[in-house]
Nanobody
Framework: QVQLVESGGGLVQPGGSLRLSCIAS????????LSWYRQAPGKERKFVAT???????NYDDSVKGRFTISRDNAKNSVDLQMKMLQPEDTAVYYC??????????WGQGTQVTVSS
């Protein structure tokens, strides 16, 4: 059974930084892309960033230059370093593991609130 557990959310002032972490278990031998999504209140869940098993990264334009995604294949973990946070970054952030055979697995989410 696949489990994804996020940590690192919290309250931060505008311009501040946070680092989110996600540890995956139960992935077995399948190869997964690891990603972060976010969902603001009253809005749909949206893509933030992804990293392939080979380390290729992709970001939504709204976070390019501010967020950095990284993964540790040995630990089955993925981090999201967030800098220059703004109120519009406030959302529940979800970790996701994806491959074509099984689709998406989701974590339970961690709240990030950017406010003065």
């Amino acid at each position: 059974q696949v489990q994804l557990v996020e940590s690192g959310g919290g309250l931060v002032q505008p311009g501040g930084s946070l680092r989110l972490s996600c540890i995956a278990s139960g992935l077995g031998r399948d190869v997964y892309a690891l990603s972060w999504y976010r969902q603001a209140p009253g809005k749909e869940r949206k893509f933030v960033a992804t990293v392939s098993s080979g380390g290729t990264t992709n970001y939504d334009d709204s976070v390019k230059g501010r967020f950095t995604i990284s993964r540790d294949n040995a630990k089955n973990s993925v981090d999201l370093q967030m800098k220059m946070l703004q109120p519009e970054d406030t959302a529940v952030y979800y970790c996701a593991a994806y491959n074509q055979r099984v689709g998406y697995h989701w974590g339970q989410g961690t709240q990030v609130t950017v406010s003065s």
